[in-house]
């Protein structure tokens, strides 16, 4: 009986002595011979076009998920450059046979009105469906970056002067200049409130909290 | 029934193959925790509220999800989300699907079904777009072909957007067993999604009823009313306002519940089949052929009641069917349906196939070949002891009923305790006092536990099988990318071998589906 570490043997109280298991590497789908699955491999059981029904089976299942990756459905959590350029179509697309309706993005497909309204956002029901952008996931971040840098900007003109980027359009990727630091109003250049720790506001330790021995 | 650990972890992975991961992680946050509202879920996915929404929009375009409310008389309406498993799970059978399709009618039809199963749902519209644009048909071919589909109930229309559920006043459980005078009311839904799913359902008169005028764009202006079933009851109003009026788009989807009515028939023919002899299994076929439509719910316990003259003309129109005689059916018949029914006097007598026997018996069967395959013929022979005793044995007595000449007495107790320990049976010490205190072990086969650990299992196989093909699909990916004038040499032999595997895996799964449908879906 193989086990690992020390010890005794389990069910039966048997297999005494000491030992170590030997160390194997561990593969997570090891190869295997395959089986001639009756009616798959079989060359006697062939229906329409040479195939056989299980074959069918499989050939339109894998048809399917070839589909349902390629299409607007399909949402990963980091969109890669790639995953956008299929999506374009070229010249030479046109002539080749179209198995399904290229429903281009997402909200090209959806019946908004079929749906609750916290989802759809409610105006955007009445919205002509061909102006819809495919939803990109960084657009959350996009927006994000783009008001802390019109907050520091706001801060530093004391609210005087009106914020460059506010008449512009919330997607726009142009990056915008930095300001410069101004280190003029800082608490540390000033030295006002700093606490060097030996001033008067901090009291002798007396020592009464340390532990009895 | 509740859902298994396995059963989530395959319903998830099949939503992460067919969507990614992200609709997977919403997914799976809903079929964990029952339902959840659009800020819980943002909490619970961690998500940005847009990738939620993305997400939900997805589910819901592709039946995997049902949106609803709590009738709730102060207060906001809070729309909850369910996740629909069985939904999920028919997603891996839409292959199936399309088979029945086109052996019950033909290929043209499954054209438009193709399309409503990639798209989740679509409008009448965006189906003629779709079949006109992909073959050459015209309009009126593809408003026959889907005419015809909706009349054999393949396709439906889609359940409301959002229902309004009456708060439950206790939890969600068990239904009660009911005594002899309410044994004939409808049984209640007893979880909370088959509230969800009866409460969004359309009524039947419009289920299947297509109003073209409702249409007219789709249809260039036709203003004849093509009823499909029963016609559309005017007078109830509420149905216009929730299932698609005037001013509102009318989605169609592909009707599962149909498609596993077509595909529970089909194991009872071939479970009759291999059972009994091919004649039976005509004679099941044409009277589950002629009830089809009558039936009410998938898991019908006998089929609907036909007469001898009915089923008879049934089994003659079929090829396989001619050469019998009334006779003979009659026999058949006598052996397919159940000895107790009672039966009307005159010649006309009717019949009913107690479908409920067949398909336990079938399950019976997968079990007992589990059993024999993981654990040898002396475990099986055990088991199967205790399953046909459907009662308690004891070690001692189960040594002497199975008569095991190679195996020793001591034997038994061994392979009891391997079954007992992969939950295949039940156990029980028993204390007997007496003269002298001495204990004993019964042992039984209890069904519901024991399927259901079955169906965990099933479920944890076709999640490893489903791994492993995505597996070799990324381990021969540099193969697949080649063209196919590249393919020569050790590369051909490369990809012939990718094709076989994948084809043995894919059809393994589909096998392994099959078994699954048995215990879940039948």
Same mark, same amino acid.
């Given at each position: 009986?193989?086990?690992?570490?020390?010890g005794?043997?389990?069910?039966?109280?048997?297999?005494?002595?000491?030992?170590?298991?030997?160390?194997?590497?561990?593969?997570?789908?090891?190869?295997?011979?395959?089986?001639n699955?009756?009616?798959?491999?079989?060359?006697?059981?062939?229906?329409?076009q040479?195939?056989s029904?299980?074959?069918?089976?499989?050939?339109?299942?894998?048809?399917?998920?070839?589909?349902?990756?390629?299409?607007?459905?399909?949402?990963?959590?980091?969109?890669?450059?790639?995953?956008?350029?299929?999506?374009?179509?070229?010249?030479?697309?046109?002539?080749?046979?179209?198995?399904?309706?290229?429903?281009?993005?997402?909200?090209?497909i959806?019946?908004?009105?079929?749906?609750?309204?916290?989802?759809t956002?409610?105006?955007?029901?009445?919205?002509?469906?061909?102006?819809?952008?495919?939803?990109?996931?960084?657009?959350?971040?996009q927006?994000?970056?783009?008001?802390?840098?019109?907050?520091?900007?706001?801060?530093?003109?004391?609210?005087?002067?009106?914020?460059?980027?506010?008449?512009?359009?919330?997607?726009?990727?142009?990056?915008?200049?930095?300001?410069?630091?101004?280190?003029?109003?800082?608490?540390?250049?000033?030295?006002?409130?700093?606490?060097?720790?030996?001033?008067?506001?901090?009291?002798?330790?007396?020592?009464?909290?340390e532990?009895?021995? | 029934?509740?859902?298994?650990?396995?059963?989530?972890?395959?319903a998830?992975?099949?939503?992460?193959?067919?969507?990614?991961?992200?609709?997977?992680?919403?997914?799976?946050?809903?079929?964990r925790?029952?339902?959840?509202?659009?800020?819980?879920?943002?909490?619970?996915?961690?998500?940005?509220?847009?990738?939620?929404?993305?997400?939900?929009?997805?589910?819901?375009?592709?039946?995997?999800?049902?949106?609803?409310?709590?009738?709730?008389?102060?207060?906001?309406?809070?729309?909850?989300?369910?996740?629909? &498993?069985?939904?999920?799970?028919?997603?891996?059978?839409?292959?199936?699907?399309?088979?029945?399709?086109?052996?019950?009618?033909?290929?043209?039809?499954?054209?438009?079904?193709?399309?409503?199963?990639?798209?989740?749902?679509?409008?009448?519209?965006?189906?003629?777009?779709?079949?006109?644009?992909?073959?050459?048909?015209?309009?009126?071919?593809?408003?026959?072909?889907?005419?015809?589909?909706?009349?054999?109930?393949?396709?439906?229309?889609?359940?409301?957007?959002?229902?309004?559920?009456?708060?439950?006043?206790?939890?969600?459980?068990?239904?009660?067993?009911?005594?002899?005078?309410?044994?004939?009311?409808?049984?209640?839904?007893?979880?909370?999604?088959?509230?969800?799913?009866?409460?969004?359902?359309?009524?039947?008169?419009?289920? &299947?009823?297509?109003?073209?005028?409702?249409?007219?764009?789709?249809?260039?202006?036709?203003?004849?009313?093509?009823?499909?079933?029963?016609?559309?009851?005017?007078?109830?109003?509420?149905?216009?306002? %929730?299932? !698609?009026s005037?001013?509102?788009?009318v989605?169609?989807?592909?009707? &599962?519940?149909?498609?596993?009515?077509?595909?529970?028939?089909?194991?009872?023919?071939?479970?009759v089949?291999?059972?009994?002899?091919?004649?039976?299994a005509?004679?099941?076929?044409?009277?589950?052929?002629?009830?089809?439509?009558?039936?009410?719910?998938?898991?019908?316990?006998?089929?609907?009641?036909?007469?001898?003259?009915?089923?008879?003309?049934?089994?003659i129109?079929?090829?396989?069917?001619?050469?019998?005689?009334?006779?003979?059916?009659?026999?058949?018949?006598?052996?397919?349906?159940?000895?107790?029914?009672?039966?009307?006097?005159?010649?006309?007598?009717?019949?009913?196939?107690?479908?409920?026997?067949?398909?336990?018996?079938?399950?019976?069967?997968?079990?007992?070949?589990?059993?024999?395959k @993981?654990?040898?013929k002396?475990?099986?022979?055990?088991?199967?002891?205790?399953?046909?005793?459907?009662?308690?044995?004891?070690?001692?007595?189960?040594?002497?009923?199975?008569?095991?000449?190679?195996?020793?007495?001591?034997?038994?107790?061994?392979?009891?305790?391997?079954?007992?320990?992969?939950?295949?049976?039940?156990?029980?010490?028993?204390?007997?006092?007496?003269?002298?205190?001495?204990? &004993?072990?019964?042992? @039984?086969?209890?069904?519901?536990?024991?399927?259901?650990?079955?169906?965990d %299992?099933?479920f944890?196989?076709?999640?490893?099988?489903?791994?492993?093909?995505?597996?070799?699909?990324?381990?021969?990916?540099?193969?697949?990318?080649?063209?196919?004038?590249?393919?020569? !040499?050790?590369?051909?032999?490369?990809?012939?071998?990718?094709?076989?595997?994948?084809?043995?895996?894919?059809?393994?799964?589909?096998?392994?589906?099959?078994?699954?449908?048995?215990?879940?879906?039948?």
């Open positions: 009986m193989a086990y690992r570490g020390r005794r043997g389990g069910f039966g109280g048997g297999g005494g002595g000491f030992g170590y298991a030997t160390q194997v590497p561990f593969e997570l789908f090891p190869d295997i011979d395959l089986p699955v009756k009616g798959i491999l079989d060359p006697d059981k062939k229906i329409n040479g195939k029904e299980e074959e069918n089976l499989v050939n339109q299942s894998r048809k399917f998920q070839k589909i349902w990756k390629g299409s607007p459905f399909y949402l990963e959590q980091t969109t890669s450059k790639e995953r956008q350029n299929t999506e374009v179509e070229r010249y030479s697309d046109r002539l080749k046979p179209k198995t399904t309706i290229r429903r281009g993005a997402l909200f090209d959806l019946e908004l009105k079929a749906f609750p309204q916290e989802l956002g409610g105006s955007r029901a009445q919205q002509p469906g061909r102006k819809r952008v495919r939803w990109n996931p960084d657009s959350e971040l927006k994000l970056d783009l008001f802390e840098k019109l907050e520091q900007r706001q801060g530093n003109n004391d609210g005087k002067e009106k914020k460059e980027g506010e008449g512009e359009d919330e997607d726009e990727e142009e990056e915008e200049e930095e300001p410069e630091e101004d280190f003029s109003d800082d608490d540390y250049q000033k030295n006002q409130d700093f606490d060097d720790d030996d001033d008067d506001f901090n009291m002798e330790d007396d020592g009464d909290d532990p009895l021995l | 029934m509740t859902l298994t650990q396995y059963g989530i972890k395959y998830v992975h099949i939503i992460t193959s067919n969507f990614g991961n992200l609709v997977a992680k919403v997914c799976e946050s809903l079929l925790r029952r339902h959840l509202s659009l800020k819980q879920l943002i909490g619970f996915t961690e998500l940005t509220p847009q990738q939620v929404k993305n997400s939900l929009l997805i589910l819901i375009q592709h039946n995997c999800v049902q949106p609803f409310s709590f009738d709730q008389s102060e207060g906001p309406k809070v729309t909850q989300y369910i996740a629909l &498993f069985d939904n999920i799970i028919h997603r891996g059978r839409f292959a199936k699907f399309l088979a029945v399709v086109s052996q019950e009618l033909d290929t043209d039809r499954e054209l438009i079904l193709k399309d409503l199963l990639e798209n989740g749902r679509l409008t009448l519209k965006q189906i003629i777009e779709g079949a006109e644009s992909s073959k050459s048909q015209g309009k009126d071919s593809v408003l026959e072909s889907f005419l015809k589909l909706v009349n054999a109930h393949f396709v439906e229309r889609c359940p409301a957007p959002e229902p309004v559920l009456e708060q439950a006043t206790k939890q969600e459980g068990p239904a009660k067993k009911r005594g002899a005078k309410s044994a004939k009311m409808v049984e209640v839904p007893e979880t909370i999604e088959q509230r969800v799913i009866a409460a969004a359902a359309p009524p039947e008169a419009i289920r &299947f009823s297509i109003m073209i005028d409702s249409e007219a764009d789709a249809c260039g202006g036709k203003s004849d009313n093509m009823s499909v079933g029963e016609k559309r009851k005017h007078a109830t109003l509420e149905f216009d306002a %929730e299932f !698609g005037k001013d509102e788009v989605l169609w989807r592909a009707n &599962f519940e149909e498609f596993i009515r077509c595909l529970r028939h089909k194991a009872c023919v071939e479970n089949r291999a059972r009994l002899d091919d004649e039976a005509v004679v099941l076929r044409a009277m589950l052929k002629a009830t089809r439509t009558a039936e009410k719910k998938v898991k019908t316990e006998n089929s609907v009641p036909l007469s001898l003259n009915t089923i008879y003309e049934e089994v129109n079929s090829e396989a069917g001619r050469s019998l005689t009334v006779g003979r059916v009659r026999d058949l018949l006598s052996v397919l349906c159940d000895s107790s029914q009672e039966r009307d006097v005159d010649e006309d007598e009717s019949y009913s196939a107690d479908l409920k026997k067949i398909l336990e018996l079938a399950q019976d069967d997968e079990v007992e070949s589990i059993v024999l @993981r654990y040898g002396d475990a099986y022979t055990m088991f199967r002891i205790l399953s046909l005793a459907g009662r308690p044995i004891e070690t001692d007595k189960i040594s002497d009923m199975s008569q095991l000449s190679l195996v020793e007495k001591n034997e038994t107790p061994k392979i009891l305790y391997n079954l007992w320990k992969d939950d295949y049976l039940h156990m029980e010490r028993l204390v007997v006092t007496g003269a002298r205190q001495s204990q &004993f072990l019964v042992w @039984r086969v209890d069904k519901p536990i024991i399927w259901k650990h079955v169906l %299992e099933m944890h196989t076709a999640l490893n099988l489903s791994l492993r093909l995505a597996c070799e699909e990324e381990r021969f990916k540099e193969i697949t990318d080649l063209p196919a004038h590249k393919l020569l !040499g050790e590369m051909a032999k490369q990809w012939q071998l990718y094709r076989n595997v994948i084809l043995v895996l894919q059809a393994s799964l589909l096998k392994l589906d099959d078994a699954l449908m048995l215990f879940h879906d039948f």
